[in-house]
């Protein structure tokens, strides 16, 4: 994916409105090589704080996105879909964070998709970040499928971050890298 874009807009101190897309790359190798490129379907969502106190550790949040299926017609789902997650962070040390995600999707077919991922980040600096995130998915209910992927973050400013990662399939053939930009839109005060 080059570029992902993820705008957010708090509208309320807990309350953000989210607005997601890529252009994508993908091969895909069977009885003949194939390669499709173009943009996937746009993602229209919130996140609402639901936990956050500077006197604990730990934040709770809900994400939840509508897919619209508006991409390029070899890169889209071509159904409209959910996304939903419950995210949970918690700080180790000052230079340590552990989070989870447990979710569900759901594209208007058979019984839907559960998600989980687990990512363990180190702050390097000020301005860099790493982490490694185990994560898969649970197609029906069915199959498992299990990935492990790894990044680096880089804070430009306080309101943009840009991101690359690398991952790969555990347990079926599957590789991917991402080069993301964030920015934060806020109101202004």
Partial sequence: NLPTTLLRYGITKNVELRLANQFSSILKINEEKTHHYGF??????????????????????????????????????????????????????????????????????????????????????DKWGFYIEPFGDWFNFEKLTANIDGGFTYLLQQNIQLDISYGLGLNYHMHYTSLGFSWLLSARK
Avoid: C, M, W
């Fill in 40 to 125: 996937g379907d746009l993602e229209l969502g919130t996140k609402i704080q639901i936990l956050r106190k500077e006197n604990i550790n730990t934040e709770i949040a809900f994400l939840s996105h509508i897919v619209i299926p508006i991409g390029d017609n070899r890169i889209s789902n071509a159904q409209l879909g959910s996304i939903s997650k419950l995210s949970i962070a918690h700080s180790i040390t000052d230079k340590i964070s552990l989070g989870y995600n447990l979710g569900y999707n759901y594209f208007g077919q058979d019984r839907g998709i559960a998600t989980y991922s687990l990512a363990l980040g180190f702050s390097l600096n």
